[in-house]
Each structure stands twice: as structure tokens, then as C-alpha cells.
């Protein structure tokens, strides 16, 4: 079945410091989003790419659809420790137009002031 | 966006007991959404509730233990029936706003004992 794989499965770096990272798909997508998920909070939908090789920002926030279009990557630029928290990507569920959404595990971050 | 508020935001339940969870957004939406987080996981999709039809499960998930009610156009809810530990999870409710963009309530963390 579907899946997609994200990596780095979390990080720890410096307060200041650019964070990348990227999500994979074992099929093609045509729609990529990115969510950030605050702790005890629902996940917020930082950006939506539509097109292979679609770059979007959104503030500090940088994200590029793949042009093999089965991967996708989120850049951080600057971090600050507000930016702590889990990072998921997601993309359309099954081949048909339902909505649904099949999500990545994850990559927790955490930033040290 | 849409503004989507669940309740209660957080429970203990014994185990054998149910619990049922709701989801309010502030404007019509056809489509909603049910996931499963359980600790340190990501998002499962449970099922999808569209107003006017029964809802669709997915796979491992069943009606009697998750009996959905879309009763209107701003209105939903979940029940988590007969629970046991291994339904000690946060449950997060979502609404589609066009192109896969889903947006998210602040979830309701269950903790069964």
C-alpha cells in the first residue's frame, strides 16, 4: 500500500540554524502538504504544493513538490524555538478524488535556544 | 481556514465504557474527517463522514467499535465504544476545504484505565 517515509525522524539543533527535511512517497502525487504539530494541539496546515516543481514559501518556511514528483522537502531557514514541534507531510489517499489524506510518521523537532 | 472545535478536550474512561467525541466548524463543509493518533504516532485515518451518507471505514476500522453520526453540515461525531487501554489515543477531527486541504480541530486525548 501507500506509504511515505520522512526523514530525518527528528533533530535537535541550535536556535539560528537552517533545518531540511523531506518526505518520500512509493507512489506519485500530485498534491504535497505540510503540517506542523504543536504539543496538545490538532496539526496546522503550513503549505500545499500542487505542482512538480513547485517551490512555496510561508515566512521562514520553504517547500518544493519533487519533480519525480514522489518526494517533497521542507526547509526552515533561521530557527527559533517557537519552530519546536513535530513536522508531518501528507498526500492524497488511494487513486480516486475522496479528500483523504495519508500522512508521514513524522519529523520531531527541537531547538535549543 | 475553518475554525473546528472539539469535545470534551481530554477524558478518563474506564475500560468497557464509551465515549463520544464531537466535532463543530464554523461554516458548512461536506466533507469531514476522523483520525486515530495514538502515543507518539502519527495521524490513521479512521473514517470519512460525509453528511447525508453512512460513513466510509477504513481498513482495521469498524463501525461498531467507531459508530460516526454527520447529522448536519457543521456537525459530527465519533464514538469510541466498549474501549480498552489500547484506545488510549488523541482523536482529531478534520474538515476538507478543497484540493486536499484539510484543516484540523485540537483534538481530544482519551486515556482509558
Known amino acids: 500500500g501507500q506509504q511515505l517515509n520522512q526523514s530525518p525522524q527528528s533533530m535537535f539543533i541550535q536556535e539560528g540554524e537552517d533545518v531540511s527535511m523531506n518526505c518520500t512517497s512509493s507512489?506519485?502525487?500530485?498534491?504535497w502538504l505540510w503540517y506542523k504539530q504543536d504539543p496538545g494541539e490538532g496539526p496546522v496546515l503550513l503549505i500545499a504544493l500542487y505542482k512538480a516543481g513547485e517551490l512555496t514559501s510561508n515566512g521562514r518556511l520553504t517547500a518544493q513538490f519533487g519533480i519525480t514528483r514522489k518526494d517533497s522537502f521542507l526547509n526552515i531557514s533561521a530557527s527559533i524555538p517557537s519552530d519546536v514541534g513535530i513536522y508531518f507531510c501528507?498526500?492524497?489517499?488511494?487513486?480516486?478524488?475522496?479528500?483523504?489524506?495519508?500522512f508521514g510518521q513524522g519529523t520531531t523537532l527541537q531547538v535549543k535556544p | 481556514s475553518a475554525v473546528i472545535s472539539q469535545k470534551p478536550s481530554r477524558d478518563i474512561c474506564q475500560r468497557g465504557t464509551s465515549l463520544t467525541i464531537q466535532c463543530q466548524v464554523d461554516s458548512q463543509v461536506t466533507m469531514m474527517f476522523w483520525y486515530r493518533q495514538q502515543p507518539g504516532q502519527s495521524l490513521t485515518l479512521i473514517a470519512t463522514?460525509?453528511?447525508?451518507?453512512?460513513?466510509?471505514?477504513e481498513s482495521g476500522f469498524v463501525i461498531d467499535k467507531f459508530p460516526i453520526s454527520r447529522p448536519n453540515l457543521t456537525f459530527s461525531t465519533l464514538t469510541v465504544s466498549n474501549m480498552s487501554p489500547e484506545d488510549s489515543s488523541i482523536y482529531l477531527c478534520s474538515v476538507d476545504r478543497g484540493d486536499y486541504e484539510q484543516y484540523f480541530g485540537p483534538g481530544t486525548r482519551l486515556t482509558v484505565t
Open positions: 463522514a460525509n453528511q447525508g451518507s453512512e460513513a466510509t471505514y
Open positions: 501528507a498526500g492524497p489517499h488511494g487513486s480516486s478524488n475522496t479528500g483523504k489524506l495519508i
Open positions: 507512489s506519485i502525487f500530485n498534491t
